[in-house]
T-cell receptor, first 111, second 112 residues
Framework: EDQVTQSPEALRLQEGESSSLNCSYT??????LFWYRQDPGKGPEFLFT?????EEKEKERLKATLTKKESFLHITAPKPEDSATYLC????????????WGAGTKLIIKP | DGGITQSPKYLFRKEGQNVTLSCEQN?????MYWYRQDPGQGLRLIYY???????QKGDIAEGYSVSREKKESFPLTVTSAQKNPTAFYLC???????????FGSGTRLTVV
């Protein structure tokens, strides 16, 4: 069964304290892996798409990496405005349209 | 600007009442989706539609109904059969999923 697991459930960091969020997956062939950011009371916003192991994408303080079993979202020197829930989703082979979603990691950056 | 619009932002439902949540997109996306999000939980798929006049049940379709009469519109009705409808509802659209989803801003439904 296709499955996506995100860890930790919640992460509290001091401003400037770098860390990583994990998204591990078991799917029958990976067509793509997605990271989204969700602020409270809003819809998720797209961050990155990764398609193959070894691929990396960067945006400001965020860097996403992909292996054959997991993806990491690295946050370097975070600021309070980076506080949000980060969602991971995978697009498995055999599905044209459906994504499989993780439960998310709630990130809190304290000033 | 292209996007996906959900309305209303907040909705209150009385016991035994049906309510309809609106979702409209002008992205020319083929597929549309409805998700339910409860505190501390991930997105759970209610219904999805890949083409006009066709839709499929997701993981938690009981107590919900949809229609897809136009490519741009995918309204969700929460019926009185849904016993615990209080939640945050998200609509999304996509071309084939390897391009990712675009989400609306959500509707928060509360039973009063």
């Amino acid at each position: 069964e296709d499955q996506v697991t995100q860890s930790p459930e919640a992460l509290r960091l001091q401003e400037g304290e770098s860390s990583s969020l994990n998204c591990s997956y078991t799917v029958s062939g990976l067509r793509g892996l997605f990271w989204y950011r969700q602020d409270p009371g809003k819809g998720p916003e797209f961050l990155f798409t990764l398609y193959s192991a070894g691929e990396e994408k960067e945006k400001e303080r965020l860097k996403a990496t992909l292996t054959k079993k997991e993806s990491f979202l690295h946050i370097t020197a975070p600021k309070p405005e980076d506080s949000a829930t980060y969602l991971c989703a995978v697009h498995p082979r055999g599905s044209n349209y459906q994504l499989i979603w993780g439960a998310g990691t709630k990130l809190i950056i304290k000033p | 600007d292209g996007g996906i619009t959900q309305s209303p932002k907040y909705l209150f439902r009385k016991e035994g009442q049906n309510v309809t949540l609106s979702c409209e997109q002008n992205l020319n996306h083929d597929a549309m989706y409805w998700y339910r999000q409860d505190p501390g939980q991930g997105l759970r798929l209610i219904y999805y539609s890949q083409i006009v006049n066709d839709f499929q049940k997701g993981d938690i379709a009981e107590g919900y109904s949809v229609s897809r009469e136009k490519k741009e519109s995918f309204p969700l009705t929460v019926t009185s059969a849904q016993k615990n409808p209080t939640a945050f509802y998200l609509c999304a659209s996509s071309m084939p999923a390897n391009y990712g989803y675009t989400f609306g801003s959500g509707t928060r439904l509360t039973v009063v």
